[in-house]
């Protein structure tokens, strides 16, 4: 009998693109990206690293939800007085997305190139009302080639909040759940 010997069999370095710490899933969402100077960028990761109770953020859901509403009617008051207001991102163009818990693709107006530090507003079925706020590195952009006004643009999540980045796993679970149910449903008509 041979003598079996133990092989070392060296892994492949994962931290590279190839790395996924969250399943990704595609979907379409309302989102907006900005770029971002430096010192926007400081204060939004401060913003988003701060503890809600700290920065004076509602952690309560039902008066967070009646806040926004509160909000939307004087955003939409000021409008009327001729102030300029940024839509909520609601109200943007739903895109098609691919995301996941630590980033995502889109195409998206403007053009945005690698090492931009982007904002990401985007808003999910599940967190109607609700803007989740992000701070991303685009890894990904068109990178000064001529494209049209369009940018394929892929991030990676800096700075979100806890909470955030859960609604976020939860609706990639979903979309998943219920991309299965389709395939189970239409191998079960067969």
């Given at each position: 009998m041979e003598d079996a010997s133990l092989v070392q069999v060296e892994s492949p370095d994962y931290r590279g693109a190839c790395r996924r710490d969250f399943f990704r899933v595609s979907t379409w969402l309302p989102i907006r990206i900005r770029r971002l100077t430096s010192a926007a960028a400081n204060e939004l990761e401060h913003e988003l690293d701060t503890p809600a109770e700290e920065n004076g953020t509602v952690s309560d859901p039902v008066l967070e939800k009646r806040l926004c509403a509160l909000e939307a009617k004087l955003d939409l008051l000021l409008r009327s007085t001729g102030h300029e207001i940024d839509e909520p991102v609601s109200k943007s163009p739903k895109r098609?997305?691919?995301?996941?818990?630590?980033?995502?693709?889109?195409?998206?107006?403007?053009?945005?190139?690698?090492?931009?530090?982007?904002?990401?507003?985007?808003?999910?079925?599940?967190?109607?009302?609700?803007?989740?706020?992000?701070?991303?590195?685009?890894?990904?952009?068109?990178?000064?080639?001529?494209?049209?006004?369009r940018t394929g643009v892929a991030v990676c999540f800096r700075s979100i909040r806890h909470r955030d980045r859960e609604a976020i796993v939860r609706h990639a679970y979903e979309v998943q759940r219920l991309d299965l149910g389709k395939v189970s449903g239409r191998e079960s008509l067969r």
């Open positions: 098609a997305v691919e995301l996941s818990g630590s980033g995502l693709r889109a195409e998206v107006p403007g053009f945005l190139r690698r090492g931009d530090v982007v904002r990401v507003e985007v808003e999910l079925p599940e967190e109607r009302g609700r803007a989740i706020v992000i701070l991303a590195d685009v890894v990904s952009g068109n990178d000064g080639r001529e494209m049209d006004t």
